[in-house]
């Protein structure tokens, strides 16, 4: 079965960076392209970046965008985010999330159970 | 800021019929893109409950169903359960002059009563 796992999230301060990363399994990786989305507390849901299958593209949403970098590694199945300069606004549940991309828009189809990143003095 | 906008809240009786919109515009919903709608328990992640404006994936109980019309789309619960009480979210693509991205709703805390 499919399975994404979040890990690396924590308490960091203002300005610093942090890496997210998440392990899949139970698909084959290299064929899907691939999501941050994440969640502030209480908030609703916001999409962060998104990443081509074979790594050759990538967009990002303009709140991220010069600060975050998003990255794959298809021969360890893993997905990565790179966050610099960050933010209070930048704390939330971050998810990785598989995506079944087309040509009318994709969708989320699996989601892992998110990582938490705080961002404060 | 989402481009997409739902109401905040909707409630109902065990056995009622409620429906959530989801309201986008020309560069999302009324390009064509597709609508999804996730289902969101407190402090577990999304899960797809609609997807291709009313295509259900499997396990998704025949009480939810999805449509999709011009720059708008909706979401109802018919035979309304307690084990709906949920937020719920719709999901398009956007494309404008200053790029594209995926978009979500504002979100819809559905309260069974």
């Known amino acids: 079965q499919v399975q994404l796992v979040e890990s690396g999230g924590g308490v960091v301060q203002p300005g610093r960076s942090l890496r997210l990363s998440c392990a899949a399994s139970?698909?084959?990786?290299?064929?899907?392209?691939m999501d941050w989305v994440r969640q502030a507390p209480g908030k609703g849901l916001e999409w962060v970046a998104v990443?081509?299958?074979?790594?050759?593209?990538?967009y990002y949403a303009d709140s991220v965008k010069g600060r975050f970098t998003i990255s794959r590694d298809n021969s360890k199945n893993t997905l990565y985010l790179q966050m610099n300069s960050l933010r209070a606004e930048d704390t939330a549940v971050y998810y990785c999330?598989?995506?079944?991309?087309?040509?009318?828009?994709?969708?989320?189809?699996?989601w892992g159970q998110g990582t938490l990143v705080t961002v404060s003095s | 800021q989402s481009v997409l906008t739902q109401p905040p809240s909707v409630s109902g009786a065990p056995g009622q019929r409620v429906s959530i919109s989801c309201t986008g515009s020309?560069?999302?919903?009324?390009?064509?893109?597709?609508v999804h709608w996730y289902q969101q328990f407190p402090g577990t992640a999304p899960k797809v409950l609609i997807y291709?404006?009313?295509n259900r994936p499997s396990g998704v109980p025949d009480r939810f169903s999805g449509s999709k019309s011009g720059t708008s789309a909706s979401l109802a619960i018919t035979g309304l359960q307690a084990e709906d009480e949920a937020d719920y979210y719709c999901?398009?693509?956007?494309?404008?002059?200053?790029?594209?991205?995926?978009?979500f709703g504002t979100g819809t805390k559905v309260t069974v009563l």
């Open positions: 990443i081509l299958y074979d790594g050759s593209n990538n």
């Open positions: 139970g698909f084959t990786f290299s064929n899907y392209d």
């Open positions: 999901q398009s693509y956007d494309r404008n002059l200053s790029g594209s991205n995926y978009v």
């Open positions: 999330a598989k995506n079944l991309a087309s040509n009318r828009g994709g969708y989320f189809d699996y």
């Open positions: 291709g404006n009313s």
């Open positions: 020309s560069s999302n919903i009324g390009t064509g893109y597709d």
